[in-house]
């Protein structure tokens, strides 16, 4: 229950109330980690899951995987599944769950503008449709919360000891596939042509410290 | 001449904090419209408007409107003074129109596209460094929202400030190029993420050099397609870890 209240109030961060980016998997991930006793756990999960999710952009309405609750369920699945199994399914099951998670906001989206369209508005009852909205995307933060981790939870319980490969192997599958999205976001920077050197600065400064 | 009007209207702090919730009802008719007019409510209030009168103000905010969140309260501001001074309903409205557009542009392009990247880019860097949990979560949520709570406030008491002319604010403001240094940092630590990961994946003990040589090729697809590639590569990510779970050691 903890859980799904954490993951409510994540999901009214993301769009509802605030938008200080509590709701970002780094964040969201290691303050589940904390809420759970491994926050550094936590922190390794929603950092993986960030990469996932950090070349998004919700321009206009356009649908976005909902990265709150997600993140919860990431850690809290790779904390049950534990070791180096829990960070391939806590990942897997973060992502299909940012995928469900932004598509019941498509669908709120659409059950509020119903609410707007319904009879003529007074200050009154539009006060009391705009809180009622907010209190819908909690508890349908919440219910994606649960739903994810029942459904994950299950899941890793019986695949976990079917993983087959070591840590460093799964963490570099994993990396690679954050490759692209990190050069989706470079295009989204302006490209490899516009910040050339700054870039390439940066590798060298990365590539000499990871050596370091 | 500007006409600068510096004190602020009854009711403007209840406004400025119900823009935190401007996007409550955000919704697929009216978008930030009716987040919009929740948002007048305190100051129709405070101009003595009650019963039917502040029914009908509330309903002529109530119309298609969309913006980015952190910046709708430069149009909020706005759309105050207006009323405050007597303005028109068409002319706040044709205002309304014609400003929502390029402040949706502009947040998206500074805040969406530049600030919040660079700034995450910032923790993801500060986590594979190995620096204890807390300082990641701290230096993102300082950093990110000192931006963020600085733009509210500035683009709302602009707004109060300059009225109608607050477009001419925001030109002068420049914020595109706060966007442009926000890029260039963005790079830079893209840069340094990409350098740790190469490495990362060189020293993996089964084919180093080939996961490397496939973290460049992937990151060359990512900057070729952009965002065309982001689902399909989440689907692959999702499916080859289901297939080595379900192939993997029973």
């Known amino acids: 229950m903890s859980l799904a209240f954490l993951g409510g109030l994540l999901a009214l961060d993301a769009t ?169 976001l470079l295009r989204g920077f302006g490209g490899l042509k516009s910040r050339r050197a700054v870039f390439l600065a940066g590798l060298v400064a990365g590539i000499v410290g990871a050596y370091l | 001449m500007t006409d600068v009007e510096p004190t602020r209207p009854p009711g403007w702090m209840s406004s400025l904090l119900r823009q935190f919730m401007i996007q409550g009802s955000w919704n697929y008719r009216s978008m930030l419209g009716s987040g919009f007019a929740f948002c007048m409510i305190p100051l129709l209030r405070k101009r003595g408007l009650s019963g039917d009168g502040l029914d009908d103000a509330v309903r002529s905010h109530m119309d298609t409107f969309n913006s980015h969140p952190y910046l709708a309260g430069v149009v909020l501001g706005a759309v105050a003074r207006m009323e405050g001074s007597g303005t028109e309903t068409e002319t706040i409205e044709r205002f309304k129109r014609a400003i929502q557009g390029s402040l949706g542009g502009l947040g998206d392009l500074l805040i969406w596209g530049a600030w919040r990247p660079a700034t995450i880019l910032s923790a993801l860097v500060l986590a594979w460094a190995g620096t204890p949990p807390w300082v990641p979560v701290c230096v993102f949520l300082v950093v990110y929202n000192g931006g963020h709570l600085a733009l509210r406030w500035w683009g709302y008491s602009r707004g109060l400030q300059y009225g109608k002319d607050v477009g001419v604010q925001l030109q002068r403001a420049q914020l595109s190029r706060l966007a442009e240094r926000a890029f260039k940092g963005g790079a830079l630590l893209l840069g340094i993420l990409l350098g740790v990961f190469l490495v990362s994946l060189f020293a993996a003990q089964d084919a180093g050099a080939l996961w490397s040589l496939a973290g460049i090729a992937a990151f060359g697809l990512g900057l070729r397609f952009g965002h065309r590639a982001l689902r399909g590569t989440t689907l692959i990510v999702v499916l080859v870890i289901t297939l080595l779970t379900a192939l993997g050691n029973a």
Do not use: N
């Open chain 1, 16 to 184: 509802s109330v605030g938008q200080f980016m509590v709701s970002r998997p780094i964040i969201a991930g290691t303050l589940t980690g904390w809420w759970l006793g491994d926050p550094a756990l936590g922190l390794e999960i929603g950092a993986i899951l960030e990469l996932f999710h950090l070349a998004g952009v919700p321009a206009g309405g356009s649908r976005v995987p909902e990265s709150g609750p997600a993140s919860v369920v990431a850690v809290a699945v790779a904390m049950r599944a534990g070791g180096v199994a829990g960070l391939a399914l806590g990942l897997a099951a973060g992502l299909v769950v940012s995928e469900i998670g932004g598509t019941t906001v498509g669908l709120q989206r659409h059950m509020v503008a119903r609410f707007i369209e319904s009879g003529s508005m007074t200050a009154r009852k539009l006060t009391a449709v705009h809180l009622s909205s907010v209190l819908l995307d909690f508890v349908r933060g919440a219910a994606v919360t649960v739903a994810g981790l029942s459904v994950a939870g299950w899941l890793s319980g019986i695949f976990t000891s079917r993983w087959p490969l070591p840590y460093e192997t799964t963490l570099a599958l994993i990396l690679v596939g954050a490759c692209v999205h990190l050069g989706a």
